[in-house]
């Protein structure tokens, strides 16, 4: 549409109301007690600016400035502007540990300790024994010792963090020899060459790809070497021609050398799992009983706590890795340690593990309840998106996730969506997929084998009645 005249124009902009009048009106009075006069001030100018930039163009209305009007669009503008850009999601795409979505669930009890953490002084770095000040690794030490049969401990933000400051306090400017098949890169572009790097660290590189032995270790040890560093294969499996050398055979040779052993687990386990049916993982415990000076490895993994990145191991080398400058930028606050205790204290129970320990109650979760679950959703999840496709309760697979035993799979059960007409529906199945995640509460599967799956191992009984009541709502 052509601009409109200039009397038009004067016409129009006389009717836009005053901001004081539309802000000082009832229909507005629980706009400004729920988001306060600034933010209702800014959305309202913004809509009047742009209803004037519209009326230029000839294509307002005179309606939209009558003031109930006006509180409706500017409440609709409030809204999204307050909402919270971190949301809560249905989890139904098979990985139990999803990076992208948050990786371990904490249990009540780390809950409850953020909780009162966050709203409550606390002993952060206050030792309550000498009224001093304290150090916060202070509060888990004893206990991650306990738990890891390590001499001292300390922790920072997450497991890069944990390599890059391991390497910068003691291999700066000195080589550190890792086997060539262990030079991973794991999520963001993370690559142990790279966090060498950054540490000041010289990378000496032995073996092949598939194959490395102890020899290749013992020649490359030079005066210049300052570690031997292994590297636990977290997202990936060489399988075939392989050789790999053991903690158990490479640390006699470092120690007759003066020499460290660093071993990074990535999303280390504290305790057994094939006790309750899953795959075999090296626990800490383990690793340093086996000869490792140092072990670095994940709190938000396998351990099923908060992010973090823990090293275990020497008192000498931790003291040493908690004096060097990088500690201070990388270190943890009250929050983390908060929640990491609470988890930690579930350790000293075991046997109640799969009980206490969400991370540990999904993995071990049965089939057999999950496809029970797979059979209540199905009804509503069927009657919520049309006749247009065919949901059916199939078994399927779940994996751990994070680059926790990568080629390990755990039975499951779930929800899988084709077209009904029973032909390729790429098209149909990316809108239908965007539908469940643009949900209130979205719902996050995964498109595989021409069909949208919804694997509910995830899918516990709180959040099967929430999305359960979220689907007879809606209408795809």
């Known amino acids: 549409m052509s601009d409109v ?18 802000i000082a009106s009832a229909e507005f009075a629980a706009l400004v007690t729920e988001f306060g006069r600034t933010q209702v001030l800014s959305a309202l100018r913004h809509a009047l600016d742009s209803w004037r930039a519209t009326a230029q163009l000839g294509n307002a209305s005179v309606s939209a400035l009558d003031i109930a009007q006006l509180q409706v669009c500017v409440g609709a503008t409030l809204r999204t502007r307050n909402e919270s850009r971190l949301r809560s999601v249905f989890n139904l795409t098979g990985t139990v540990l999803h990076t992208n979505l948050g990786r371990a669930l904490l249990p009540d009890e780390a809950v409850q300790a953020v909780v009162k953490a966050l709203t409550q002084p606390a002993n952060l770095e206050f030792d309550l024994a000498t009224g001093k000040r304290g150090d916060r690794d202070d509060l888990i030490d004893a206990l991650i010792c306990e738990l890891t049969g390590a001499e001292a401990a300390t922790v920072v933000n997450n497991n890069a963090a944990a390599v890059l400051l391991t390497l910068s306090a003691l291999a700066s400017k000195k080589e550190v020899i890792v086997s060539r098949g262990e030079l991973v890169e794991i999520g963001g572009a993370f690559r142990i060459p790279d966090i060498m790097s950054r540490a000041g660290a010289r990378l000496r590189e032995v073996g092949t790809t598939n194959r490395t032995h102890l020899k290749d270790y013992d020649e490359a040890i030079g005066p210049g070497t300052a570690l031997l560093m292994k590297v636990h294969a977290s997202n990936y499996a060489i399988n075939g021609f392989t050789k790999a050398v053991s903690v158990g055979e490479i640390a006699p040779l470092a120690h007759a050398r003066g020499l460290a052993v660093a071993v990074d687990l990535g999303s280390g386990t504290l305790v ?32 099923g706590g908060p992010q973090a990145g823990l090293i275990v191991g020497r008192r000498d080398l931790i003291a040493k890795i908690k004096k060097h400058p990088l500690k201070r930028a990388l270190r943890v606050g009250k929050l ?47 009657c919520a998106i049309g006749d247009r496709y065919a949901v059916m309760a199939e078994p399927m697979f779940s994996q751990i996730g994070s680059g926790a035993l990568p080629v390990d799979v755990l039975a499951s059960y779930g929800l899988v969506i084709r077209t009904a007409d029973g032909k390729r529906g790429g098209r149909q199945l990316l809108a239908l997929e965007k539908v469940l995640r643009e949900m209130a509460r979205p719902v996050i599967g995964r498109i595989a084998d021409d069909a949208l799956r919804l694997d509910l191992r995830c899918l516990e009984a709180a959040d099967e009645a929430q999305l359960i009541e979220q689907l007879k709502g809606t209408h795809a």
């Open 336 to 382: 983390t340690l908060a929640a990491l205790e609470p988890v930690l204290q579930l350790y000293r129970a075991p046997e109640r593990l799969t009980e206490r320990l969400t991370t540990l109650r999904l993995l071990t979760r049965p089939a057999g309840e999950i496809r029970l679950a797979a059979e209540r959703v199905q009804p509503a999840l069927q």
């Open 5 to 22: 005249t200039g009397a038009e124009l004067r016409a129009l902009m006389a009717r836009v109301p005053s901001v004081e009048k539309v």
């Open 272 to 303: 057994d799992l094939t006790q309750w049916g899953l795959p075999r993982e090296t626990t800490v415990r383990e690793t340093i009983e086996a000869g490792a000076d140092l072990v670095t490895f994940s709190g938000d993994k396998l351990l």
